[in-house]
């Protein structure tokens, strides 16, 4: 037994796992704000341009709950649901789906902007000064392979 806790432990306390721990917290999160950006600012927009519809409570009802009479009308989804009637809520469906694209569009902007700044990055690091391979002579002023113990110019000896 206590090999096995040692051995979760060691799982557990990894960064790869905390880094995992973290990232489903802060996905958590962020699905919150997307999901409230999508229905308190674009769904609005889209109830305007579908003539003042409320777009996530659109639904169809496909059997009316017991003791209900036939072509009642229901105010709302929840009202729909309350009552017990089975409903087919396309409204919610279509913002879930708005929702997911957005949260794709959002990642995707969010990796491929780290992968940029990778890349720079990167380039810093190759564009590090190579060492010099040559250097001038101090009697001609002549340029010489730096490794050269005579000028290959003025035939002058040079000193390291």
């Known amino acids: 037994m206590k090999k096995f806790l040692n051995e979760f432990k060691t799982f557990a306390l990894r960064g790869n796992v905390i880094d995992l721990a973290v990232g489903v ?16 600012l674009i769904m609005p927009f889209v109830g305007l341009a579908t003539g003042g519809i409320n777009f996530t ?12 009479e036939a ?3 229901y105010a709302s989804l929840t009202a729909a649901k309350e009552a017990g009637a089975t ?6 469906f279509i913002t879930a789906v708005i929702n997911f694209i957005i ?11 780290i992968n940029n700044l990778h890349k ?10 190579a060492a010099p391979t040559t250097k001038v002579c101090p009697f001609c ?7 050269a113990t005579r000028c290959a110019h003025c035939t002058s000896e040079l000193k390291e």
């Open 25 to 40: 917290i802060i996905g958590g999160a962020f699905q919150t704000i997307v999901k409230s950006m999508v229905d308190d």
């Open 57 to 68: 409570d659109q639904f169809v009802v496909l059997r009316l709950a017991e003791g209900v």
């Open 71 to 73: 072509g009642t009308k």
């Open 87 to 92: 409903v087919f809520a396309y409204g919610s």
């Open 103 to 113: 949260m794709a569009i959002v990642i995707f902007l969010f990796v491929k902007g």
């Open 120 to 129: 720079l990055g990167k380039k810093k690091e190759e564009e590090a000064p």
């Open 141 to 147: 002023k002549s340029e010489i392979a730096i490794e």
